[in-house]
Nanobody, 122 residues
């Protein structure tokens, strides 16, 4: 069974940092582009960052987000620094099996995790 599981979310104060994890089971992340998306209440899902099959990285939201992949752990990470209240959202990871780099279009991704809540508040 192909599965993605996100973790690492929580409540953090403005200016803080988090590292979110996206662990895969049933398949190897190396063969997929992995994207991080987020969705705030009442807003559309938006692309945050992506790492392609070849290791290329696109940060759709500039500056405070760092995506990385650990092949041995079969996990992709998203580090977020200098968190702002507007970063509050459910963060999802998704896998795209096409050999086509990275996309910011959610409907092109084949597998999704259940999401992890990030709340930035003092």
């Amino acid at each position: 069974q192909l599965q993605l599981v996100e973790s690492g979310g929580g409540l953090v104060q403005p200016g803080g940092s988090l590292r979110l994890s996206c662990a895969a089971s049933g398949f190897t992340l190396d063969y997929y582009a992995i994207g991080w998306f987020r969705q705030a209440p009442g807003k559309e899902r938006e692309a945050v960052s992506c790492i392609s099959r070849g290791g290329g990285i696109i940060n759709f939201l500039k500056g405070r987000f760092t995506i990385s992949r650990d092949k041995a752990e079969n996990t992709v990470y998203l580090a977020v620094n200098s968190l702002l209240p507007e970063d509050t959202a459910v963060y999802f990871c998704a896998a795209d099996r096409r050999d086509f780099g990275c996309s910011n279009l959610a409907h092109l991704y084949n597998y999704w995790g259940q999401g992890t809540q990030v709340t930035v508040s003092s």
